[in-house]
């Protein structure tokens, strides 16, 4: 069965500080990946998504980056953070399952809570 | 770009009344639409999905059905219980399979 892994839970980093939160996908190949952020009363907002290796499309500017370097692992990074960063850090992926028109679902990480102090 | 717009929250009924959270969304082509959920101290699950038009999703009592004429994906549940509450969110997928947008969520609160 496939499982994702998302890490650290909780994470408090003063400003100006890198930041490096990974995740990793089991038991599926060439997933689509996603990082979200979900701040209290702004719900889920797509920061990036990558189809494959390599691939990352960005949605927001801002100070953070994405990378996938191999193909079930995708890394939300920051050079130096900001007190804006704060937030609930989500990773889920997705994948085909079928069908003329496709039937993705997306799978989501238990998330982690970063704190910028 | 492609959006979605749910009703803001939270929503506060009282056990069995009828329940429904609107949901409409922006979109280039035919997106699939969803609606996912998230229990308290738990994560997001997919509750219910629909992939063409005039498809009913549907799951534990739960059904939002794709109208395309409106752009809507409306949740309803006839008789609401205390466990239903939770955070539900409203998504779609882009034709081509790769964004995933979520609408903002919106809290439901079920008392006895």
């Known amino acids: 069965s496939q499982t994702i892994h998302q890490w650290p839970a909780t994470l408090v980093q003063p400003v100006g500080s890198p930041l490096s939160l990974e995740c990793t996908v089991e038991?599926?190949?060439?997933?689509?990946l996603y990082w979200y952020r979900q701040a209290a009363g702004r719900g889920l907002q797509l920061l990036f998504y990558s189809v494959g290796i390599g691939q990352i499309s960005s949605e927001v500017p801002q100070n953070l980056s994405a990378s996938r370097p191999q193909d079930r692992q995708f890394i939300l990074s920051s050079k130096k953070l900001l007190l804006s960063d704060s937030g609930f850090y989500l990773c889920?992926?997705?994948?085909?399952?079928?069908?003329?028109?496709?039937?993705?679902?997306?799978?989501f990480g238990q998330g982690t809570r970063l704190t910028v102090v | 770009g492609d959006s979605v717009t749910q009703m803001e929250g939270p929503v506060t009924l009282s056990e069995e009344a009828f329940l429904t959270i609107n949901c409409t969304y922006t979109?280039?082509?035919?997106?699939?639409l969803f609606w996912y959920v998230q229990y308290p101290g738990e994560g997001l699950q997919l509750l219910l999905k629909a992939t063409k038009a005039d498809d009913k999703g549907s799951n534990k009592g739960f059904e939002a059905t794709y109208r395309k004429e409106t752009t809507s994906f409306h949740l309803e549940k006839g008789s609401v219980q205390v466990s239903d509450s939770a955070v539900y969110f409203c998504?779609?997928?882009?034709?081509?399979?790769?964004?995933?947008?979520f609408g903002t969520g919106t809290r439901l609160l079920v008392s006895p």
């Open positions: 979109a280039t082509g035919y997106p699939s």
């Open positions: 038991g599926t190949s060439n997933p689509n």
């Open positions: 998504a779609l997928c882009d034709t081509g399979f790769q964004k995933l947008v």
């Open positions: 889920a992926w997705s994948v085909l399952t079928g069908g003329a028109k496709g039937n993705t679902e997306a799978f």
